[in-house]
């Protein structure tokens, strides 16, 4: 079940079952930009409450923001909340709804990796999409203003450092599923099989560490640069 910004009765139909005030609160809590949730799967009790944030990048606008999405998930019922963010466009969950059979008995649990698989994949993008600009910011040190490169430099180094507070928590959710520590109490939501999946997204999300310390190294060379040019 998927719900767009739903009311709180909206959100209680779908669910049909109680779940934690924590978790409720969590889920009816607008999207904020620059007041982003801590990303997170954890267990609670009879299902696995998720809250994750998606990286999107508007290179024509050198803009990064994040849609929010939260989930719900038991052994036979999967409930999704994506919040749109103020300027930006909700998550499109489809690719990951129609790579899963509706036959299959572990659909819930395999929608969920899906989920995040496709997430680790934007954060991966969003990394080559940061590594393009700070390739046209290298350039644009030889023709742009100095207080043009100052201020591009500024916006990047701020986009790098949410970045990596988004993905760092992104991959300790992802490690808790590996090490077998996300499971509701009610069937196994997430079997075997799936948690052993959840290994490529931690190898996904790996490498989207280290890309940012690529790029951040990049971004210190280009500012060097910038300040040996002035001097």
């Known amino acids: 079940i998927d719900l767009l910004d739903p ?3 909206e959100l209680r139909d779908a669910l049909g079952k109680e779940i934690h005030e924590r978790a409720m609160a969590q889920l009816m809590r607008p999207a904020l930009q620059d007041d982003e949730p801590r990303p997170r799967l954890e267990s609670q ?28 998930a038991t052994r036979d019922r999967l409930v999704t909340v994506r ?3 103020e300027g930006g466009d909700p998550f499109d969950p489809t690719p990951a709804q ?18 995040v ?21 290298e350039d644009g040190v030889e023709e742009w203003p100095a207080s043009q490169v100052r201020v591009r430099i500024s916006e990047l180094r701020h986009d790098l450092l949410r970045v990596r507070r ?24 997430l079997p075997r099989d799936i948690e052993l999946d959840f290994a490529d997204v931690y190898d996904k999300l790996l490498r989207a560490v280290d890309g940012l310390d690529f ?17």
Do not use: H, W
């Open 7 to 9: 009311t709180e009765d």
């Open 45 to 72: 009790d009879t299902y696995v409450f998720g809250v994750f944030l998606v990286p999107i990048a508007i290179r024509e606008e050198d803009r990064v923001y994040y849609q929010e999405l939260d989930l719900i």
């Open 83 to 85: 919040k749109t963010p």
């Open 98 to 115: 129609e790579s899963v059979r509706s036959s299959d008995d572990r659909r819930t649990g395999l929608m969920v990796y899906r989920l």
């Open 117 to 137: 698989d496709l997430i680790a994949e934007y954060f991966l993008d969003l990394v080559d999409a940061l590594d393009d600009e700070i390739d046209e910011l």
């Open 166 to 189: 988004t993905v760092g928590p992104t991959r300790d959710a992802v490690r808790r599923v590996v090490d077998r520590r996300v499971e509701g109490k009610d069937g196994e939501v």
């Open 215 to 231: 790029s951040r190294d990049l971004l210190t060379s280009a500012r060097d640069y910038q300040q040996a040019k002035i001097a």
